[in-house]
């Protein structure tokens, strides 16, 4: 069973930082894209970084981009998500995905984790 658990989320002020982690299990880790969406209130799903297997190919969304670092350790299976500056606007709920290709769309996507709120106070 293919598994994606996401931790790190919580409410923190703007300015603040929290680094989420999204542990993987059932797949073989290395083999696979790991990116990073987001959902706030009322609108739809957006990606925010990916971060593929081995070549080290990253992207991130230009929201995002100077502030928020994704990485990964394969040995341990998991994908970090470092959110630094943070803003109001990056309120939302974070997912982890995986797909065996760097993709950039969720449709992309077919494993998927469950999320994690994260709350940012002006």
């Known amino acids: 069973q293919v598994l994606l658990v996401e931790s790190g989320g919580g409410l923190v002020q703007a300015g603040g930082s929290l680094r989420l982690s999204c542990a993987a299990s059932?797949?073989?880790?290395?083999?696979?894209?790991m990116a990073w969406f987001r959902q706030a209130p009322g609108k739809e799903r957006e990606i925010v970084a990916v971060?593929?297997?081995?070549?080290?190919?990253?992207f991130y969304a230009d929201s995002v981009k100077g502030r928020f670092t994704i990485s990964r350790d394969n040995s341990k299976n998991t994908v970090y998500l470092e959110m630094n500056n943070l803003k109001p606007g990056d309120t939302a709920v974070y997912y982890c995905?995986?797909?065996?290709?760097?993709?950039?769309?969720?449709?992309?996507?077919?494993?998927w984790g469950q999320g994690t709120q994260v709350t940012v106070s002006s």
């Open positions: 059932g797949l073989t880790f290395s083999d696979y894209a």
């Open positions: 995905a995986a797909h065996r290709w760097f993709g950039m769309t969720q449709r992309e996507y077919n494993i």
């Open positions: 971060l593929s297997g081995g070549s080290g190919r990253i």
